[in-house]
């Protein structure tokens, strides 16, 4: 059985911080492309964040360029989204996401379609 359980979810502030962690378990986690996603109710998912099975490489969306940082450990088997200057707009539900084997982050890499394996979300919200 593959385990994404996303946590460190919350409400803040408008230019506050946030951190979500991905705790993974069950399959290879050191051999997985990872992302981040969010997704509001009725509206399409959205890839945020993407990093490579080394963590080497990363990719992110335009939205949150300079404001949040993906970042990966694999001994613990975990997976982090640093999350600053956080805006009203980047409240919704937050998903992790993995699928095994290499990767080199792209655009490519923030289609949803492109990972096998999610977690349940954490809910971000931001006041203003």
């Known amino acids: 059985q593959v385990q994404l359980v996303e946590s460190g979810g919350g409400s803040v502030q408008a230019g506050g911080s946030l951190r979500l962690s991905c705790a993974a378990s069950?399959?290879?986690?050191?051999?997985?492309?990872m992302g981040w996603f969010r997704q509001a109710p009725g509206k399409e998912r959205e890839g945020v964040a993407v990093?490579?099975?080394?963590?080497?490489?990363?990719y992110y969306a335009d939205s949150v360029k300079g404001r949040f940082t993906i970042s990966r450990d694999n001994t613990k088997n975990t997976l982090a989204l640093q999350m600053n200057t956080l805006k009203p707009e980047d409240t919704t539900m937050y998903y992790c996401?993995?699928?095994?084997?290499?990767?080199?982050?792209?655009?490519?890499?923030?289609?949803?379609?492109?990972?096998?394996?999610w977690g349940q979300g954490t809910q971000v919200t931001v006041s203003s």
């Open positions: 069950g399959y290879t986690y050191s051999s997985a492309c």
């Open positions: 996401a993995a699928r095994l084997g290499w990767c080199r982050p792209s655009s490519a890499l923030l289609l949803a379609n492109f990972y096998n394996y």
């Open positions: 990093i490579s099975t080394d963590g080497t490489s990363t």
